[in-house]
């Protein structure tokens, strides 16, 4: 019963806070419409979302949240330094590979998108398989500790989450 | 102190919009370019951002959120179609 | 209390708009493709995030008027900075053909751009 009416419980509290945050007021009315559109979207959209991850460890999410957050802008301020002080053809430009521990496509699509974010890395492309993915560095003195820093700071956090 | 700080950042989003408009015209390949265009949007958002804190109205947040999102669409468009030479498969 | 907020607003407008400025300044000025991606997909998502965050703290602070909007375009921005990111980067990598720079990839198959008998290619 419960799983028929409510498919996605965090689909609906999202859909919830995103309309709340649109109309930019909390006032009853809103929040009623919001509800509505809540509870109705999940329901009519149920088929297009045949399976979905399991979150194994809530509270490592909140973690791996903050621990990227802090990454962002140690990452801007270290790029922003690469940029302005040192020639662009002295940086020692790179790509590595990541063989990858994750299965789940979203685990690894968080992966990549972390990786972009944070520190002088870029994702740039996946093996065929989905077991490697292509990273390049902006300026990196030793790939195998920025391939081990990778692996230690976001996947096993994501491991953790996901499986 | 506002106004100053308002004054300064559009100097400089200025200034950063006209080093894009640079790559955009000299860029050797296609990839350059649309990632010209994508920085050029977020720098539009940028000074639509600025220009409601300016005038002290919350108007110019919707033309912002339409800005990122037709944005994003766009470079994941102009992407694709170099990758396969198609856009809708 | 007016004052300090005023000052935090002023200081988070000058921080955004001097990393979009780097940002661009990396894109006008680093010699190759895959190193410019790295200053607009980083240094512009700051950059953003910093102002919006400053209009959000003027409208509560300064203007008494309550405004939750802003999180919405950052969050979304920082949502699709990535993608964008690997699609150019993929782009890039079809277009110049640079199969000798890429590293082996470990697995048995290549990578995904290049070999495209056996994915559907996203």
Redesign the interface.
């Given at each position: 019963m419960r799983a028929r009416l409510l498919p996605h419980p965090l689909l609906t509290v999202l859909v919830t806070l995103v309309f709340i945050f649109l109309m930019n007021e909390v006032t009853a009315g809103v929040v009623v419409l919001g509800l509505i559109l809540g509870f109705a979207i999940p329901l009519l959209t149920a088929p297009f979302w045949p399976g979905r991850p399991r979150l194994k460890a809530p509270l490592t999410v909140a973690e791996f949240m903050l621990v990227v957050l802090w990454d962002i802008i140690i990452s801007n301020i270290e790029v922003a330094k690469l940029i302005l002080f040192r020639r662009g053809d002295r940086l020692r430009t790179r790509y590595v590979t990541v063989p990858l521990d994750l299965e789940t496509p979203e685990a690894i699509a968080l992966l990549a998108g972390t990786i972009t974010m944070t520190p002088g890395t870029v994702s740039a492309d996946l093996s065929a398989d989905g077991k490697a993915l292509l990273v390049h560095c902006l300026d990196t003195g030793d790939p195998a500790a920025t391939v081990a820093a990778i692996k230690a700071r976001y996947e096993r956090r994501l491991k953790r989450i996901f499986e | 102190m506002i106004a100053a700080a308002i004054a300064i950042a559009g100097g400089a989003i200025c200034l950063a919009i006209l080093l894009t408009l640079y790559r955009l015209a000299v860029g050797p390949d296609a990839t350059d370019r649309v990632l010209a265009l994508d920085t050029l949007v977020i720098e539009t958002i940028a000074l639509i951002v600025l220009g409601g804190i300016a005038f002290g109205t919350a108007m110019y947040f919707e033309a912002a959120l339409l800005f990122a999102m037709v944005g994003f669409v766009t470079t994941v468009a102009f992407c694709k179609f170099l990758l396969r030479g198609n856009v809708i498969e | 209390m007016h004052l300090l907020a005023?000052?935090l607003?002023?200081?988070l407008?000058?921080i955004?708009?001097?990393?979009?400025?780097?940002?661009?300044?990396?894109?006008?000025?680093?010699?190759d493709?895959?190193?410019?991606?790295?200053?607009?997909?980083?240094?512009?998502?700051?950059?953003?995030g910093a102002?919006?965050i400053?209009?959000m703290v003027?409208?509560a602070a300064?203007?008494g008027?309550?405004?939750?909007?802003?999180?919405?375009?950052t969050l979304?921005?920082?949502?699709?900075?990535?993608?964008?990111?690997?699609?150019?980067?993929?782009?890039?990598?079809?277009?110049?053909g640079g199969r000798r720079?890429?590293?082996?990839?470990?697995?048995?198959?290549?990578?995904?751009?290049l070999?495209d008998c056996?994915?559907d290619?996203t």
């Open positions: - | - | 005023e000052a607003v002023a200081a407008i000058l955004g708009a001097f990393f979009l400025f780097v940002g661009a300044l990396g894109l006008a000025r680093l010699p493709m895959m190193r410019r991606l790295h200053g607009p997909t980083k240094a512009t998502t700051l950059g953003i102002l919006l400053a209009s003027y409208f300064v203007r008027t309550f405004s939750i909007h802003e999180l919405l375009i979304f921005l920082f949502l699709t900075a990535p993608v964008s990111a690997h699609m150019l980067a993929k782009a890039h990598i079809l277009r110049s720079d890429l590293p082996p990839t470990g697995t048995r198959t290549g990578w995904a751009t070999d056996k994915s290619g």
